[in-house]
């Protein structure tokens, strides 16, 4: 299984390289939403879309409305991560399509608890 990991934090993508590695995913990583779409038109299908909220240029929720508005990704599962826990977030992130909200600090039990809501089955 792929997973596209977007994040402009390198850290938070290595780390979530390592997590979804250790649960059975390749991974390709993007530093942001521009470059996430690029890469999703060059690597074809993927099972998985883990996406930070703040990014320059183009935030998460405009991410995701840009491959929800492609048919062939209207339905990968996609987790958007964020440190914020506010409400109007929540629900721009879910009326976007995001399937589910990741709150950092993150753990990967908590993320391997995501997948699992998703049905996303580890190795």
Same mark, same amino acid.
């Given at each position: 299984? =792929?997973?596209?990991? $977007?994040?402009? &934090?390198?850290? *938070?993508?290595?780390?979530? %390289? /390592?997590?979804?590695? +250790?649960?059975?995913? +390749? !991974? $390709? @990583?993007? @530093? *942001?939403? &521009?470059?996430?779409?690029?890469?999703? *038109? =060059?690597?074809?299908? $993927? +099972?998985?879309? !883990? $996406?930070?909220?703040?990014?320059?240029?183009? *935030?998460?929720? +405009?991410?995701? /409305?840009?491959? =929800?508005? %492609?048919r062939r990704y209207s339905d990968v599962p996609m987790i958007m991560i964020t440190s914020e826990k506010s409400p109007k977030l929540a629900v721009d992130a879910f009326g976007a399509g995001v399937d589910e909200l990741l709150i950092k600090p993150f753990t990967k039990e908590t993320i391997l608890e995501k997948l699992g809501s998703m049905r996303l089955t580890p190795r």
């Amino acid at each position: 299984m =792929r997973a596209l990991v $977007v994040d402009d &934090s390198k850290a *938070n993508r290595l780390l979530l %390289q /390592r997590f979804l590695g +250790e649960a059975g995913f +390749e !991974t $390709v @990583e993007a @530093e *942001n939403g &521009s470059d996430g779409l690029w890469y999703l *038109n =060059r690597i074809g299908p $993927v +099972e998985l879309i !883990t $996406v930070d909220f703040h990014m320059p240029g183009m *935030n998460g929720v +405009e991410f995701v /409305r840009a491959v =929800r508005s %492609q048919r062939r990704y209207s339905d990968v599962p996609m987790i958007m991560i964020t440190s914020e826990k506010s409400p109007k977030l929540a629900v721009d992130a879910f009326g976007a399509g995001v399937d589910e909200l990741l709150i950092k600090p993150f753990t990967k039990e908590t993320i391997l608890e995501k997948l699992g809501s998703m049905r996303l089955t580890p190795r």
